[in-house]
């Protein structure tokens, strides 16, 4: 058990917070986030004797989801990353978390996106890199967002 819990600096009347909470919310995100990635695979329709043509066929879907898996793992190794030198939570970590959550959970749809666009030859297929910069604009509020307050990292 750590020292005791003093006030947050940015918000005075809130008490600062062990980071379990947020971090076990944010791992479930992550995993939830990977496993509506994988539902743009779908088991084809085919006839007997057709189904590696219609396996292979689903290629777009493949490299979209292993986009979208290693995307998500590295965001989950770099949140994990953060919360191993932060011992405390305020609001506005948790609050800059959501945000950064937010942008995680929403990778499905641009991976969907670059699946129909792959199988198409899009010009959509510029989508998924665009949001993905967004996405990692947010992440950065929760590399950076402990360093402003340091009562939230842990000592050494």
Not at 124 to 131: A, I
Request: hydrophobic residues 50%; charged residues 15%; glycine residues 4%.
């Amino acid at each position: 058990m750590g020292p005791p819990l003093e006030p947050s600096p940015l918000w005075p009347h809130v008490r600062l917070a062990d980071t379990d909470r947020l971090e076990s919310f944010s791992d479930g995100v992550f995993a939830i986030t990977i496993t509506l990635s994988v539902f743009e695979i779908v088991r084809p329709e085919h006839e007997p004797g057709h189904l590696l043509e219609k396996l292979l066929a689903q290629w777009p879907n493949y490299v979209a989801f292993l986009a979208s898996f290693f995307y998500i793992g590295v965001i989950w190794l770099n949140h994990r990353a953060v919360f191993a030198r932060v011992h405390y939570c305020d609001r506005s970590l948790h609050l800059a978390n959501l945000f950064s959550l937010l942008a995680s959970a929403l990778i499905p749809f641009p991976t969907a996106v670059l699946s129909t666009a792959l199988q198409h030859q899009s010009w959509s297929l510029v989508f998924w890199p665009v949001y993905h910069r967004r996405a990692i604009k947010e992440g950065e509020a929760i590399n950076v967002g402990p360093l402003l307050v340091p009562e939230l990292v842990r000592k050494p």
